[in-house]
């Protein structure tokens, strides 16, 4: 099937897109690496009157260290964000997990602000923001706001994006001494969606569990957190017995989906045993060993 009609505008600076988008508002749809919204397209699942493609604000792709965090434009290509050393070095969570974002292809045009605004309850980058409490710099009519995880993911391929906003930014706090991370997951085939993945991240204090963060994909309409878990860990002393009661703990309060990829029990057991297996590796790598 090919596209319905649509016409087309192609901004360059997102005052330009801002505009369109307010002239527009719902009948109009950005188009970044169009990985998810071209599929859409041609299977009439999305019948946008105006395509609003941002690919020539060039201002929107940029990975940049200020104030001790990272800021990563949204039309910054996943490709990029795998091949950039700082991104490697500063947030190596985000840097593991994108390598898992289907296939080099895909990450070639796919940007960051893309997967993020299309929310796909399995994909990768909202369970990375979620674990890493990272900002979301939205630009609307009014000016920015800056959403965090939590309220920026509100359903299932649903954000608070109101149709008159663009995602432009995105900030990640600086890990903190002491700190490991890991991602994990298990998909069906290799550059597929994620069947369930974890993103745990651990500072060590004293010798014991600081700070604890653990986020999931897979198992819900979007990244879910594990603050009981999350609760369970932190000022304990870590063994591999804390780190399986956790999982546990976290995995028996998931309600993933139950569909023709995995049932739900299956994808409940498997979360079980990818946090333990992702907390083990945060902590090994809280140690100082680098990603
Ligand atoms: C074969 C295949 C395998 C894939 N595997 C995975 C995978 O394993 N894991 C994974 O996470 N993803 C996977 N993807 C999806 C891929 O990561 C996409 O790149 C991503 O979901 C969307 O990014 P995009 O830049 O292509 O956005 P687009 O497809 O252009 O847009 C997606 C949606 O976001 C909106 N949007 C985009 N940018 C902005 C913005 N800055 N502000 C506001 N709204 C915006 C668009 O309007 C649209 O609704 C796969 C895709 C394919 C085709």
Redesign the pocket.
Known sequence: MKPAPFRYAAPRSVGEALALLQEYGPKA????????????LHMRL?RPEVLVD?NRIRA?AYIRRRDDRLHIG??TR?RAVEASATVRRHVPLLWEAIR????PQ??N???V???L??A?P????PAVVAALDAELVVAGPEGERVLSPEEFFTGYLTTA?QPT????EIRFPPPGEGTGSAFVEV?RRQ????LVGVAAVLQRRDGAIGQARLAFTGVGPGPVRAREAERLLQGETATPRLFAQAAREASTRLEPPDDIHATAQYRRDLAAVLAHRALEAAWQRSRGRRR
Not at 122 to 125: G, N
Request: net charge negative; glycine share 14%; proline share 2%.
């Open positions: 749809k950005v188009l970044a690496g169009g990985q998810s919204l071209v599929p859409l999305a941002i929107l949204a039309l996943q898992s974002v289907g296939h895909i990450r045009r796919g940007t602000g893309g997967s605004a299309h796909d399995a994909a990768e980058l994006l906003e663009l995602l432009v998909a550059g597929d969606f994620a």
